[in-house]
RNA sequence: GGAGAGAUGCCUGAGUGGCCGAAAGGAACAGUUUGCUAAACUGUCGUACGGGUAACUGUACCGAGGGUUCGAAUCCCUCUCUCUCCGCCA
């Protein structure tokens, strides 16, 4: 959420970058959450006057009676009660205009960073950089669902009996895969420096609106009625959260966690073409990585966690490329984005692995998440980021599509360790 | 799930209606001194929203939300959470 001092101090770029994320009327929905606030300061400041007053009177009133001077301590205390009706009222209406504020607030998406690119469509992202060969495979090459299929290691009939489409079972070797996997990003990620965390798989209402899920994708998480509950669409919305209300020193920042948690997203609405096979499912598994970092630094460590992601992506030898994502395509949270995207030669297609963003300030401020400076003493929000590093099923698509041979499918060597097999025939 | 106890600042913990935004101790930070793998002393040490260039100042906040009262950390109600014992259980 956007504070409403930003949309004072930098009126005119708040506007321009929410017209470059396509939001409606922009800005005559940051000058009604101004006049808003100018309306909320007047009667608060009205409203600290009278108990200012009341304050000074009731202290009379202790005063007199400890002197037992009753009947002067009586009229004052009529007096007092002559203003608590102006008191209730005034207090009533800044309850409304705070909650109207907040309204204003809650729905305006972040401001892009200077650098994103303008456009509306995925065809207007622009191409940072790539690495490797994106051939299309040869004459006779498989997408990965037939390869599934063929060796028999992820069955998806049985996941749509025992819980419904997007739910498979992983077997044999496929199962050992998505261990070996998740074992080996969460390696990688300790090596660079990321404090490995396992987080709570479902999470409250407060977590939901701190790290922004909510309100805006409420329709895309499983919900739990009975009690309160939401599974995860993301390991970013426990681990972030795990810092909310905090106040952390200067000195230890960054923060650098890495989490490994199922993921689950109801995709209300998007199931269709593109989406056979692995491309999209209901639960899947990803290692995540959380970032909580000192303003001036954030862009500096959103290009290092770029940098990570890319290195995973290479020693898997998948062929990728970078995209810089448009103000249309981005996400409510985010002020810049970076997609990876591996080249599936067997669909001729690339696909989404990877999202690595800075969200600056906009989860931080809800989530109130901040430090205190050394030299001023004063308090100040940190900036969030997050990756994926990496979200498994387009991996596998990946690996799967991109390594069958007539002999079987190659695992990639510095997996090996870790599946303890070669091949999957 | 049953019974009881509790929730105070970074931590421990005092505070049962006005002198409490809150004692004391610890931690942390700064300074002084003695000196050397530290000690002693002194000082600083919550957050948010207003006003002010600033010093400073007003208001709110003692789990959350309501209520009583001239006045609430303190009394009442509701909720949430924690702890102990019992039950159940991976």
Redesign the pocket.
Known sequence: ML???QLRDEKERIILGLEKKFVLNASEQVEKAILL?NE??EI??N???F??E??????????L??SGQKEQ?EA??????GK?GEI?TLEEKT?VLEDSLFNALVVLPNVPHVSVPNGRTPEENELVESWGESKNMPEGSLPHWDLIAKYDIIDFENGNKVSGAGFPFYKGKGAKLQRALINFFLDEAEKAGYNEMQPPIVINKESGYGTGQLPDKDGQMYHIQEDGLYMIPTAEVPITNYFRDT?LKETELPKKCVGYTPCFRREAGSWGAHVRGLNRLHQFDKVEIVQIAHPDQSYLILEDMRKYVQGLLEKLNLPYRVLRLCGGDMSQTSALTYDMEVYSGAQARWLEVSSVSNFETFQSNRL?L?A?S?ET????LLHTLNGSALALPRIVAALLENNQTPEGIRIPDVLVPYTRFEWIN
């Open positions: 504070q409403i001092q606030d909320r300061k608060q400041s409203l600290n006057k108990q200012e009341v304050n000074k009177l009731s202290a009379e009133v202790g005063q009676m400890k301590a004052i205390k009529l007096q007092v009660a608590k209730k309850a106040i109130k901040r205190k050394e003493k004063k308090t100040f």
